[in-house]
């Protein structure tokens, strides 16, 4: 089945720990995002990225590293100067970065601090 | 960042009522997308919209494309309990390389 699969579902992390949330995708898709949801909120974006090799800032980037090495996969680090990073972290994907291409979510990873 | 205003915050409704929310924007929005999310979830998309006054339906659920193009409304008839959930919207802008933003969410309870 064409989907996007986030690993793993719940994750917990030390103080002065990075952690890295998986993200990966078989859709053929240009296009990538990663978003933070915190309890009865909307989505924040955190990068996305357009293509290989490029990735650009989203609202809340702080305290958070992307690398997008390959078209499939888009790993996110959450760093340790990320100060509050408990939250739902959801990855999603379009088809490219044109206007009007809706994006396609995985299920998320939870995060968690020990 | 800008989130748009979504209303109600949350619905209690019985089962077989029908359900209608909205969403405002002070700006301009391009492309209207409604998604669904269960708890633990991603967000799975519903319908979307791309042109002003555009009226789309899957089966229950109807949305509409506001003609400002600052607002967008969806309809769910004939509740059922699978329908509990939180609904959002999303808006996006030409010249955003397609970034979405997002609804505060509408969160829905239906009681039998």
């Known amino acids: 089945d064409g989907g996007i699969t986030q690993s793993p579902k719940y994750l917990f992390r030390k103080e002065g720990q990075n952690v890295t949330l998986s993200c990966e995708q078989n859709l053929n898709h240009d296009a990538m995002y990663w978003y933070r949801q915190d309890p009865g909120q909307g989505l924040r974006l955190i990068y996305y990225s357009q293509i290989v090799n490029d990735f650009q800032k989203g609202d809340i980037a702080e305290g958070y590293s992307v690398s997008r090495e390959k078209k499939e996969s888009f790993p996110l680090t959450v760093t340790s100067a990320q100060k509050n990073p408990t939250a739902f972290y959801l990855c999603a994907s379009s088809v490219d970065r044109l206007v009007g291409q809706p994006q396609h979510f995985g299920d998320g990873t939870r995060l968690s601090i020990l | 960042g800008q989130q748009l205003n979504q209303s109600p915050q949350s619905m209690f409704i019985q089962e077989g009522e029908d359900v209608s929310m909205n969403c405002t924007s002070s700006?301009?929005?391009?492309?209207w997308l409604w998604y669904k999310q269960d708890p633990g979830e991603g967000p799975v998309l519903l319908i979307a919209l791309y042109k002003a006054g555009e009226l789309t339906s899957n089966g229950r659920l109807t949305a509409q494309f506001g003609i400002t193009r600052k607002d967008s409304f969806l309809n769910i008839s004939a509740s059922i309990p699978s329908d509990v959930g939180i609904y959002f919207c999303a808006g996006q802008k030409t010249g955003t390389a397609s970034k979405l933003t997002f609804g505060t969410g509408t969160r829905l309870q239906v009681t039998l």
């Open positions: 700006s301009i929005f391009n492309t």
